[in-house]
């Protein structure tokens, strides 16, 4: 036998009348089930016990298993010593409120922790708070993460090997903060145009990401976005439609040749655009519109050949910083380079022999 289904009905494993009897007989019933250690796939639903057996650290053969519907249970078995796991399918298990130590291992490892998982998916874990991960190695072969409906979830931290965040943020609606960080193997994540609260935004060092789908222009919470090293070829759809967006960071952005729909970002207070080798062109009728503007860098894009109007500063009024740098065939500094401060607004520019142009400052700055 390689497949095995554990089922219980409401009446046996979520009695009402004698809920304490009710747990500790679906625990020794559960007990008394223990599968043969080679079973291949294992199935457990609606399981009215608190705890769970010990039996299950010795499937050294499982490759598949599904909590569902475990309505009492409070702590996740312990699961990161199974050698073979490769798909893990939990929900519906409303009194785990942290995923901790105690799901990698029993007792202090200094081996790998899931090392043949690649399939995770958490659903309608509804009190699920905090997902903790221990030192070491965890998770190398993970390749698919799905979290659905878990609207307490906090944070996340998740592993290099991850290549696809499934579905939609649908359930999030009160999440204020989003990051993921060092995901190289990331090629999307899911949409976030349902997270109306989400205040910031960042994603670092996600190598392989080439989308962030979905419709910002319901965004109207979102403060800050920061993508800092990606393949990100285009801003995401509606980004200009959100008003109170006050930092935006366009850092390492390897297939990005255009920027463009800057003027309706009437909020924003600081811009940077840093080495993106492939960019070619900037809107700067648009970027001229920034009246908030305070902060503004353009560095190490060598590509970037496109000129601006003399006059692209002009309506940069609240502009205090301007870092240009590494950006040799159009930029360049009077004089003899390093740091100048003109009117309370510090340039920094790269010198370069070819002194081929110089930004006109603004008459509004006292240069007229």
């Known amino acids: 036998m390689n497949k095995l289904v554990f089922e219980w009905s409401d009446d046996e ?6 809920e304490g009897n009710s747990s500790v007989n679906s625990e020794d019933v559960l007990e008394g089930l223990q599968p043969h250690p080679d079973i291949r796939s294992l199935t457990i639903e609606g399981y009215g016990g608190e705890n769970f057996s010990s ?10 298993l599904r909590l569902k519907g475990c309505s009492k249970l409070r702590q996740l078995p312990t699961l990161g010593c199974l050698p073979r796991l490769k798909i893990l399918e939990m929900s519906e298990m409303p009194n785990v409120k942290c ?15 899931f090392p043949a998982l690649q399939i995770l998916t958490l659903y309608r874990m509804d009190g699920l708070e905090e997902w903790m991960v221990p030192g070491g190695e965890v998770f190398p072969c993970l390749e698919e993460l799905s979290i659905e409906y878990c609207r307490k979830l906090k944070s996340i931290k998740i592993c290099d090997e991850l290549r696809y965040l499934s579905g ?49 222009r319901d965004l109207n919470s979102l403060k800050k976005l920061k993508v800092d090293g990606c393949k990100l070829g285009a801003l995401p759809s509606g980004l200009q439609c959100c008003a109170s967006l006050e930092e935006l960071s366009i850092i390492d952005w390897s297939e990005l040749i255009h920027i463009s729909d800057f003027q309706e970002l009437s909020s924003l207070r600081s ?44 309506g940069l009024t ?46 509004d700055m006292g240069m007229g």
């Open 318 to 363: 609240q502009l205090q910083e301007l870092t240009i740098v590494g950006n040799k065939k159009w930029w360049s500094l009077r004089g003899d380079g390093g740091l100048m401060t003109i009117v309370g607004v510090l340039y920094k520019l790269n010198p370069t022999p070819q002194l081929e142009w110089v930004p006109q400052i603004p008459k």
């Open 99 to 113: 995923i901790g130590n105690e799901f990698y291992s029993s007792r202090d490892s200094a081996g790998v922790l």
């Open 168 to 216: 939609e943020f649908h359930g999030f609606t009160s999440l204020r903060v989003l990051s993921i960080w060092s995901c190289p193997k990331l090629a999307s994540i899911p949409s976030v145009q349902h997270c109306t609260a989400l205040v910031e935004l960042s994603i670092y060092w996600c190598g392989e990401l080439i989308s962030i789908p979905g419709d910002f």
């Open 13 to 18: 494993g979520n009695r009402s009348d004698d």
């Open 55 to 64: 039996w299950i650290l010795q499937l050294n053969n499982l490759t598949v």
């Open 271 to 314: 811009l940077y655009i840093r080495g993106c080798d492939k960019l070619i062109r900037i809107d700067w009728h648009g970027l001229r519109q920034l009246r908030s503007l305070v902060y503004l860098e353009i560095t190490a894009c060598p590509s970037l050949s496109d000129i601006p109007e003399d006059d692209w500063l002009g």
